[in-house]
């Protein structure tokens, strides 16, 4: 066997063999919408990958947003107010029973600790209920007799 023959025969094969294309780089009309506007695309001329848009230019991601209240978030806040009127606490229950944290799961902690704090507070609220009433309730018969 001629070793020009063998050279000849690989170098015609990495000419004229495609390694690896995928199917959307040749039938771009399968992506979806979305997908066609990703700030990547491959430029057939180079194979490389060349970024669209600017890099300076970047979209914020969902958790970039600070949250509100000094980075505090609604579900801490309303914790921390609840010492000074607890129905905030029922507010952040509610807030947390209403799954608000999946807008944000950052919140999460703050609305939990809220839950937490106001099923504390009932429960202190029906046994000052329940010590109120059974003293009324003495008393009422202390004076009968």
């Given at each position: 066997m001629?070793?020009?023959?063998?050279?000849k025969?690989?170098?015609?094969?990495r000419?004229?063999v495609?390694?690896?294309?995928?199917?959307t780089?040749?039938?771009p009309?399968?992506?979806?919408?979305?997908?066609?506007?990703?700030?990547?695309?491959?430029d057939?001329?180079?194979?490389?990958y060349?970024?669209?848009?600017?890099?300076?230019?970047?979209?914020?991601?969902?958790y970039?947003?600070?949250?509100?209240f000094?980075?505090?978030g609604?579900?801490?806040?309303?914790?921390?107010?609840g010492?000074l009127?607890?129905?905030m606490?029922?507010y952040?229950?509610?807030l947390?029973?209403?799954?608000?944290h999946?807008k944000?799961?950052?919140?999460?902690?703050?609305l939990?600790a809220?839950?937490?704090?106001?099923?504390?507070?009932s429960?202190?609220?029906?046994?000052v209920?329940?010590?109120l009433?059974?003293?009324?309730?003495?008393?009422?018969?202390?004076?009968q007799s």
């Open positions: 001629d070793k020009d023959s063998s050279m025969e690989a170098t015609d094969l000419n004229n495609e390694l690896a294309r995928s199917v780089d040749k039938h009309d399968l992506l979806r919408p979305s997908a066609r506007s990703y700030p990547l695309f491959r057939s001329d180079k194979g490389k060349t970024l669209i848009k600017d890099p300076e230019g970047f979209q914020q991601g969902i970039d947003k600070p949250l509100p000094h980075g505090c609604i579900g801490w806040f309303s914790f921390l107010l010492f009127c607890p129905l606490w029922y952040g229950a509610i947390y029973f209403r799954n608000h999946r944000d799961p950052r919140e999460r902690a703050g939990g809220s839950a937490i704090a106001a099923l504390l507070c429960v202190a609220l029906l046994i209920a329940t010590i009433l059974i003293n009324l309730w003495s008393l009422r018969f202390q004076v």
